[in-house]
């Protein structure tokens, strides 16, 4: 109790003794002296010492006087654990573990402050969904307020019932945090990161939940596009998500049917790094892909409910196939990386020209390839029949059968993010698809002189 009232009254010093037989065999010290420069800011910061923050500054302020009343003094920070959240509060230094108007104008401020400040940055959109509770579930909060005839509910005062404190500190922590988050952008944009973040696990939870109910009353249908392989389980089988029906038409008819399964995608698929949690569960690609799939997204996913030990990208081998596989990969880090992390997430390399000569014939993956092969299986001879694909679904099935499904004759490129390699791969992501078009230009005048010398070559 010492302790914390010398909290609650910054750079007041309490003295503190006892008999010391009174406290033989505590913690509890004899004698000691407490004495908080910094308040409530130092009673946070040694709260959550040692665990991480997702701020590297403590939101703290006090002010005396607010709407007439006596003082009113706050410190906030957003810890890096889920559910690490918690909201110490006292009125009139009682203790109210049950909360009150106060937390509720506290809840409010963080909120509309977070709102407008994502508005002021063009980042209305993700911050659309977000809620009281996915501002407080990581928040680490010390608040104080110095009211004239508190009221509180029930006998123990446990909870502030005074209607004038929520608009009190409201309107005092409000004004603060917009000052707080646009003197430090940089702090501003990951704690808004943060909390759009946990609003997509709280959504997606509850997608999950839906998905859950529904299947109890019955069986879930896999997506009318799905061509499904006959195999019970997941051992040995394969999904392969291939674009366009056409292609798709071939990929069904080259596969193994007892191994293989197709699905296609129409086109290119949403960008979820920069698409709002709305949209994500609103498109139909997506949900095919997850149902064809099973095995939920996030947290919630579970590896053995996978259908397929491999999940194969098929695309075009072209500029736009290597897009479309950019966003499925994106997809599948940001929704369920630990798909990534088992290993079960393949590319695979489909040949972009076709060579013959005589009765030879041979496929070449790129220019490069193509005139490796030109080298060294045609040596150089000419009146070489040289066709290029424009796409999977120009080959005959068992030319791509041939060429990219066997397990016998095919290349598949795994994709691996490395434990030490995961911030940068996050960067790129985020860089290069997500919902800042400054940072993509960026990105591109860096890379102009790049770009330069594969239009001379």
């Known amino acids: ?175 603060a945090f917009d000052h707080w988050l646009a003197a430090a952008p940089s702090q501003a944009l990951k704690l808004l990161d943060w909390v759009v973040e946990r609003a997509d696990e709280r959504l997606r939870r509850r997608a999950d939940k839906e998905i859950a109910r529904k299947t109890a009353v019955r069986k879930l249908r896999l997506p009318g596009k799905l061509a499904d392989c006959s195999n019970a389980g997941a051992a040995g089988s394969e999904l392969f998500i291939v674009e366009g029906d056409s292609a798709g038409g071939s990929a069904k008819q080259a596969r193994d049917r007892a191994s293989q399964a197709i699905l296609p995608l129409r086109g290119k698929i949403l960008n979820v790094a920069s698409a709002t949690r709305d949209k994500l569960l609103a498109n139909q690609q997506l949900s095919d892909l997850l149902q064809a799939l099973g095995c939920g997204t996030g947290n919630h996913y579970r590896d053995d ?26 997809f599948f880090w940001r929704q369920m990386p630990k798909l990534i992390d088992n290993g079960h997430l393949f590319l695979a390399v489909p040949p972009l020209y076709r060579l013959s000569h005589g009765g030879k014939t041979a496929y070449a993956r790129n220019d490069a390839h193509k005139d490796e092969l030109m080298r060294t299986e ?5 009146n070489i029949e040289i066709g290029r694909f424009k796409g999977l679904g120009e080959m005959m099935p068992g030319q791509l059968k041939e060429t990219t499904m066997d397990p016998r004759r095919r290349t598949l490129l795994r994709v ?42």
């Not at 407490?34 to 409530?40: E, K, Q």
């Not at 996050?426 to 290069?432: D, G, R, T, Y």
């Open 305 to 330: 409910d996978l259908r397929y030990e491999r999940v194969i990208i098929m695309t075009d081998a072209d500029v736009d196939g290597a897009h479309i596989a950019s966003l499925l990969i994106t």
């Open 1 to 175: 109790m010492a302790r914390s009232k010398a909290y609650l009254f910054g750079g007041v010093e309490i003295r503190w003794s006892c008999t010391p037989s009174l406290v033989e065999g505590t913690d509890v010290p004899a004698e000691a002296v407490f004495r908080f420069p910094s308040g409530l800011k130092d009673y946070l910061a040694n709260e959550i010492e040692g665990r991480e923050a997702v701020t590297d500054q403590i939101f703290s302020g006090k002010i005396e006087k607010p709407g007439g009343h006596g003082s009113l003094e706050w410190a906030i920070s957003w810890l890096g654990g889920v559910d690490d959240g918690f909201v110490n509060s006292y009125c009139n230094t009682i203790p109210t573990p049950e909360g009150g108007t106060h937390e509720q104008g506290l809840r409010i401020a963080l909120l509309r402050g977070l709102k407008d400040h994502a508005d002021r940055i063009n980042q209305s959109k993700r911050a659309a969904n977000i809620t009281t509770d996915d501002i407080m579930i990581t928040c680490a909060a010390m608040l104080s307020v110095f009211i004239r005839e508190p009221e509180f509910q029930g006998q123990t005062k446990d909870k502030l019932a005074t209607l004038e404190a929520a608009k009190i500190v409201e309107t005092a922590i409000r004004d």
């Open 378 to 382: 045609f040596k150089g001879k000419s």
């Open 416 to 457: 691996v993010i490395p434990e030490d390699g995961r911030p940068a791969a996050e960067s790129s992501v985020e860089q290069l698809m997500g919902n800042r078009p400054e940072a993509r230009f960026a990105f591109i005048q860096e890379r102009a002189a790049f770009a330069t010398e594969l239009v001379d070559l």
